[in-house]
């Protein structure tokens, strides 16, 4: 298989580290690896597959000779930097939201629209983390009964905001319990033993641009305009792992037993239902895993054709590094790369 020069652009951050451990947990066929951060970490030392690599600071040429680059450092880094490695020739895998809801950038889950990959200008999008876990769960089903409307409540862990939350959520935490004030820097209020209905920044209409995403986004992956969807976005005090309580509402009826079924044999989908046996999908063991699970699936008493469910997966692989190597990869396996 032929390999190539990659980027990863934020590599000294949440996402890019995980980027490069997955890179080495696929055997991704890598001729080189060149690591980007801002002019903070210039310098820095990092090991990636017991080669220790110096982070550069990223910029406008930095993308010279490389096949793919990985970015995750924010929107507007994306949204400079992004143009000039496509330019350059690579295939850029974005993670931020610069370029998602562009009708030119293909937006993928590679279970569900590897496919559009082929028709990219540069740039191909990866969606948002809380949205990715709901379609992969939710396209299986609605390619055997069509969803009319998808009611969604998340419960999103701070490494979602990156590092400097994880730090946060531990420092405060410890805080709390020693009976000192909690000071929160990165979140509006305190997370230690809170939560925050407040991910990214509230709209004109009430939502926040979050809850928005996965409106808009789930609708383009899933190639579904007319979907009706509402969601409820909350920052919750776990450290990896996001969860979400869903409402699905089908063209006609569906039987949480149809719904195992088709679940059990979706690819990227592990079925963990058995809660008189306390087995049912949690974000402590998520966490570190490529699946997506979801469980207690149950008929939703407030409509006939509903079903509701509970959906959790590691934000940072699945929603965010894994789906963004499985873009890669899909691409690789039809030439496109
Ligand atoms: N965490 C998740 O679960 C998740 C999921 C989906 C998408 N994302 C998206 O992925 C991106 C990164 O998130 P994260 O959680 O990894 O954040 P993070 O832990 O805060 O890391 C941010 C990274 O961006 C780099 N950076 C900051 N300013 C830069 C600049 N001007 N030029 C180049 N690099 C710069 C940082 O480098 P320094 O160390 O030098 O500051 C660091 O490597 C965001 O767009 C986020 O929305 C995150």
């Keep these: ?15 890019g580290q995980e980027f490069i451990k997955i890179l080495d947990q696929r055997h991704f066929p890598v001729a080189s690896i060149h690591l980007f951060a ?24 930095s993308f010279k000779g490389l096949d ?3 970015f995750s450092a924010g929107t507007d880094v994306s949204k400079h930097f992004a143009p000039f490695a496509a330019r350059a020739g690579a295939v850029v895998v974005d993670n931020s939201a610069a370029f998602r809801m562009d009708p ?28 990715i876990q709901m379609v992969v769960v939710l396209y299986p089903l ?14 999103q862990s701070v490494s979602g905001t990156g590092l400097p939350a994880v730090e946060e959520l531990k420092s405060t935490s410890r805080a709390v319990l020693d009976g000192k004030p909690a000071e929160p820097h990165v979140y509006p ?30 609708r383009k992956i899933m190639h579904a ?36 079924r088709i679940l059990t044999e979706a690819p990227g989908v592990k079925v963990q239902d058995e809660p008189t046996a306390h087995v049912y999908p949690m974000p402590w063991t998520a966490a570190g895993q490529d699946d997506t699970f979801v469980g207690r699936i149950r008929e939703d008493a407030s409509h ?29 396996e039809r030439g496109w790369l």
Aim: contains cysteine.
């Design 1 to 15: 298989m032929k390999e190539l020069h990659v980027g990863i652009v934020g590599a000294t951050g949440m996402v």
């Design 225 to 260: 305009p007319d979907i009706a969807i509402s969601a409820t976005c909350v920052r919750v005090p776990s450290l990896i792992g996001h969860s979400e309580a869903v409402h699905v509402e089908f063209t006609r009826p569906m039987s949480p037993g149809e719904a195992r």
């Design 68 to 70: 793919l680059v990985f």
């Design 142 to 155: 609605h390619k055997v009964n069509p969803i009319k409307r998808v009611i969604v409540d998340t419960y």
């Design 304 to 332: 006939p054709n509903g079903l509701a469910m509970w959906i959790c997966a590691d934000n940072v692989r699945k929603g965010a590094a894994l789906n963004g190597l499985q873009i890669a990869e899909a691409m690789m």
């Design 104 to 131: 030119d950038t293909p937006l993928v889950v590679p279970e569900i629209n590897p496919e559009d990959c082929e028709h990219h200008h540069g740039i191909i999008a990866n969606p948002n983390c809380s949205t």
């Design 189 to 218: 209020h305190q997370i230690a033993f809170n939560m925050l209905p407040e991910i990214d920044v509230f709209m004109e209409n009430g939502y926040t641009k979050e809850e928005w995403k996965m409106v808009t986004e789930t």
């Design 38 to 61: 801002s002019d903070k970490s210039a310098g820095k030392s990092v090991t990636v597959r017991q080669q220790k690599l110096t982070v550069q600071e990223t910029s406008e040429d």
